[in-house]
């Protein structure tokens, strides 16, 4: 693991994944592993916390995340970085995962920027799926000034029925389960209780299943940007700030190889500078 060094040149050849000071959140046995990018500035106002997409997409947004960090604290904002208990580097099994543990996760997160970070606001990004435990975090009193929401799942009844079909074709494929190996010919069962290769316990699937992201008038937070594709519909929340990914922008969502991992592409990294100097005149 690496540790902070303000005076490397982070951004000299474009986005990198820079460097970081490592820690645990928790104790115990419900600790998680964190991450936290440190701002240029002596005493930056408002910090990040990146909030994981879930699942499979996890692990292949990994790259992704740190470089957004990167960008973000070298433009002032700290951010904190971390793996949701059951997940990643923290402790715990997949199957301990659901919105209860991730609020949980969350609010340590949130704490730890504000100690360690030294800052006074706390801003959410949350990517892809992870937009569903924020909302449930902060309709039950975590606090934040800001929330981004990158690519958001809005509806968790459709996106866990996508999954379902995803997982059940995966499972099918005679690319990954050739029946000269000895795979049944009708593909890999699904009685583990697996979704796209990870543990999902009954509480997540129902949590996940019950999840919607709507605008009721109970906002725990004032202010919602967003950052989205083209072609991408309008939310059903209200957004300040719209930032457009351009087209040659990778599909987090998308291959379940994790030879497609998301990099940082040119177009992407223009988005991340506009939402990085965005971010630096929030303080």
Same mark, same amino acid.
């Given at each position: ?9 982070? @951004? ?34 408002? =910090? ?6 879930? +699942? ?9 995340? $740190? ?63 992870? $937009? ?7 309709? =039950? ?9 990158? &690519? ?13 079909? @995803?997982?059940?074709? &995966?499972?099918?494929?005679? +690319? ?35 999840? @919607?992201?709507?605008?009721? =008038? ?30 040659? $922008? ?24 506009? +939402? ?8």
């Amino acid at each position: 693991m690496r540790a902070w060094n303000p005076q490397a040149n982070l @951004r000299a050849e474009g986005m990198t994944v820079g460097v970081w000071e490592p820690f645990w959140l928790g104790a115990g046995e419900q600790r998680l592993y964190a991450a936290l990018h440190r701002a240029n500035l002596p005493s930056p106002r408002l =910090g990040l916390v990146l909030a994981p997409p879930l +699942l499979h997409e996890q692990p292949r947004s990994r790259r992704l995340l $740190t470089e957004l960090a990167t960008a973000l604290a070298q433009e002032g904002v700290p951010c904190v970085r971390f793996d949701y208990f059951g997940t990643g580097d923290s402790d715990g099994s997949g199957e301990q995962l659901d919105f209860a543990s991730m609020r949980r996760d969350l609010q340590f997160a949130a704490d730890s920027l504000i100690a360690r970070g030294g800052v006074e606001r706390i801003g959410v990004l949350a990517v892809r799926g992870a $937009t569903l435990p924020v909302f449930s975090w902060l309709r =039950g009193g975590g606090a934040a000034n800001l929330l981004v929401l990158w &690519e958001p799942v809005v509806d968790g009844e459709s996106w866990l029925a996508e999954l379902e079909t @995803r997982d059940a074709m &995966e499972r099918r494929s005679p +690319l990954r389960y050739p029946t000269a190996a000895g795979a049944p010919p009708n593909g890999v069962s699904s009685d583990d209780l697996q979704l796209m290769g990870y543990p999902v316990s009954t509480q997540l699937r129902r949590d996940i299943a019950q999840a @919607r992201v709507i605008d009721d =008038g109970v906002r725990a937070f004032p202010r919602c940007w967003s950052v989205l594709r083209e072609d991408a519909d309008m939310l059903p929340v209200t957004c300040e700030r719209v930032f457009r990914l351009p087209t040659d $922008t990778p599909l987090i969502g998308g291959a379940v190889s994790m030879d497609a991992s998301v990099f940082v592409t040119p177009g992407l990294q223009r988005v991340v500078d506009e +939402l990085a100097q965005a971010l630096r005149k929030e303080r």
